[in-house]
């Protein structure tokens, strides 16, 4: 098995953004602010582009129409698969903000951008 890589990390995020690459993008200019904050290195905000020009994720907020805030555990919790992000918004652990039906009709983009990114999730430290 290759290096850990921990987290939401600058080098993560790069490999994320490799992995996601070859996915067909959504016809629309849509992407997803993350703010995930009381991390071990502090808050970390980063992008999950949806398309038009491609699939991938990036540092930084960047102009999303989209964007979704939640603590360290919660979003360790969701990337292991020990809870369900429509749990945690339901249960408050997720906000949501900016234009929510920017998302409608993207579940499989985003179910393909979760399957693509089992194998680093393998190599993934989360302390």
Known sequence: MR???????DEWLRLADG?????Q????EVSLGVTVVG??????????ILGPDR????????DSGVRMT????????VANGRAGAQRAFLDGD???????SLL??????????????????????FG
């Open 39 to 48: 991390g071990p290195d502090g808050d970390r905000r980063y992008r999950l």
């Open 55 to 62: 699939v991938g994720m990036a540092s930084g907020l960047g």
């Open 70 to 77: 939640l603590r360290w555990s919660v979003a360790v919790d």
């Open 25 to 28: 993008p959504v016809d629309a």
């Open 104 to 125: 409608l009709g993207h579940q499989s983009t985003l179910a393909d951008i979760e399957d693509r990114l089992d194998e680093l999730r393998a190599r993934t430290h």
């Open 19 to 23: 992995q996601l690459r070859d996915l």
């Open 94 to 100: 997720l906000q949501l903000g900016g234009d929510t």
């Open 3 to 9: 290096d850990r890589v921990r987290y939401l990390s």
